[in-house]
């Protein structure tokens, strides 16, 4: 049998509690290239993508689109340094049942496992790893560099996955799991189902109001989030 499902996570909250180690690393990445922060402090991350969050930060501090968009590579290189500088001062951890979860979907020979992630590509290594995930269990991805907002990110992954797999895969069979409403909504991108983990951010019931095919409180029913997956329609 070959490979049949996408399952594509988002990292933070959904996967890892980063301690708001993503905040400092953007603060001083911001600093250095920028020479700013702008209204960081008053910007939300949860839900979108770091390119977006660079825009809402900057652009009310008098910065063009058009000039974040250029020093972007130059932001991701400073933001990983500064992250992989910091990180062991931040208390990260995998959110409840996410590694058993991962676990198994990584030994299912049906399942592509991939990322759709706010996160600029340079720091996904290195929070994965923080929190003892193997960043290579993840096949493909789409990172917060390549969208400023975060409905353009699973078309990526997706194309990805099929080129990686050589198929398509059927919409219902592609699964996008994430703790916002913003994981949620990006789904409708490619048609995708959705669950959502009331880990991060947003209570169950912010979640269900965005109606996301699944909700749990977090990932620790193995079977039953992996029922959800599957939607009961992959014998294991
Ligand atoms: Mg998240």
Redesign the pocket.
Known sequence: MGVEWLVLF?????LLHSGGCGRAATRLALQEVFGTTGVLDEVSF??TTDWQVLLEALVPAGFFAEDIRRDLDRYERAVAGHLARIIDEFPIRPCAGAPDIVGALRDDPAVLLGLVTGNVQSLVAIKLRAAGYDPRDFRIGAFGSEGWTRPMLPPLALDRARRLAGLDFAPERVVII???PG?IECADSIGARTIAVAT?PFSIEQLAAHRPDHVFADMANRDAVLSAIFANGHAR
């Open positions: 988002d990292i933070d909250g959904t949860a839900g994430g703790d916002t994981d991060g």
